[in-house]
């Protein structure tokens, strides 16, 4: 196990440099001038952007530059944005906010999702199990900002249940909806891999043989069953947590939320790549380091696979 | 149901390779042929079939379902609610939603069709190479394909769209179109090529494949002869769901900014238009966004139709 850690750790570190790299490389180095925002709606005027190429040592050698970001990076160092504001600051401020959004994402997800596909996984066929496979359907067609635009439509300005966006402050009671919608793709995701997976094991030796013992039915789903059918269902919500971040910028542009999606939101519409960079690369790093967890995890849920 | 000829194009464009190294020809029965009795047994398919031939109509032939002219406005009319006259009633502008809607098809359509058709190609072909002839190329494409996994799908796509196309710039409607296939297929192939590579690792130390080594075939003939062919259902399923996703994935860029942009008509940006308008003229996003969610759920329905007819697991 320890050695298995370590070398899936030392796997990630080329997968983090040649992402950060392709980050650093498009934003930088591809056609198209990263400065073409600063100046609103004329052209920059050409003493500008040399001194922005020189602050930025765009004339340096790409492995020059891609050392300094990482530097950069490590250091903490992550650089002002137009107005200024330090992003690290801005970052401090922001990762809360995501933070409680995603954490109450996964919980519907598990919550809903699970419940779902436990109850029609164990009557298949049946009338809930129709119900869940059809609207898990709906729901996995529908792209995640119709979903949330709707929400806000019906609840906030037709029928003045919530409102339409979020406060400052994004207390837990206003980011019911925002999760919910943050949420919806993954719980119909959730919902069909624990129907499948319930569907699977229920055929399995081993919970013939509780039946046989004469344990009752309660006992054999919730200490049999759902123990082993979760195991893939616990590892694929953790891999979404990743995900769940940058899925986090539709929601939150959406909602109005102070959160990392919604300054990603901002600074994309501005084109304020200063901005772009450091949080995308945070985001990836979370990204990563999430899919990480997840596969150590496996062994430690499953004790069937052994890392050789 | 509505029509036959079209599916079994599909079926049969898919058929064609996967029947010779098979070589069962007459009496017995192909996957393929397997796959087309269930699949005609299911109503979810015709539904969706159904609706996929109404879009691709749509997409062909938009005259067909509306005479009015899609970039024609009023500006009286600007946001006027549906009437008789006007089903889906007036945008911003005082265009008609439902002419403008019924355009859209087109664009959405050819997007997420070629980008799926770009990261087949790309995935496929990384895929059968990496597993075919395996170490050090196997190594690399598996590493660059992690990395491109390493980048969330939003996230990937605002940090190259939006340098190469920024949201104040204003490239023509070919090159953004292309752009964006690009941009998808990019992002998109790596789990392509993790699909082709295993079928072909599977298929790789088959009897028939080593047959075919043996009497001399080289590895041109053999991949395309007799790997590939087997990596084709895993890879027709994904892809079809793909392409719903694809169009999907089209309309949050165009939402962001940084997609396609005017003067395209598309789903998304009526979409991305009219969401500050959404408390006075809900019906200009809402009915849009209709058939955005129409078109995913057609290609979604269809692939989940075909995976369960091709996956031997839940029959």
New interface residues.
Partial sequence: MGRYAIRRLLQLV???L??TF??NY???Q?????F??RCG?RPCPDSYVAAMRDQFGLDQPLLVQYWNFLKNLLTGNLGVNFNGVSVASELGDAWPITIRLALMAVLFEAVIGIGAGVLSGLKRGGFIDNVVTIST??L???????TG??L??LLG?QLGVITPTVTDEATVPELIVPALVLASLNMAFTARLTRTSIVENLRADYVRTAVAKGLSNRRVVAIHLLRNSLIPVLTFLGTEV??L???A??TE??FNIHGIGGL??RA??D?D?TV??PV?TL??LV??LANLLVDLLYGVLDPRIRYE | MSDPTATQDLIKGADEPAASPVAVRGGQRSLWRDTWDILKRRKIFWISLVMLVVFLLMAAFPSLFTHKDPEYATLAKSMELPSADAWFGYDLQGRDVYARAVYGARTSIIVGVLATLATVLLGGLTGVLAAYFGRWLDAIISRVGEMFLGLPYVLGAIIILGTVAPAQSNPGKATIMAVVIIVLALLGWPILMRIARSAVIQAKHQDYVQAARALGAGPLRIIFKHLLPNSLAPILVYSTITIGSYIGAEATLSLLGIGLRSPVISWGIAIADHASYIRTAPHAMFFPAGFLSLCVLTFVMLGEAVRDALDPKLR
């Avoid at chain 1, 591809?30 to 990263?34: A, F, I, K, N, Q």
């Fill in positions: 080329p997968v983090v040649g992402t392709i980050i498009m934003v930088w591809l056609p198209g001038d990263p073409a925002g709606q359907l709906f996995l067609s529908l792209p995640i900002f119709v635009y709707l806000q439509w300005v990743g995900s971040m940058s899925g910028i539709i542009g959406i990603l939101w994309i519409l084109q790549y772009v960079v995308a985001l990836v990204y990563l």
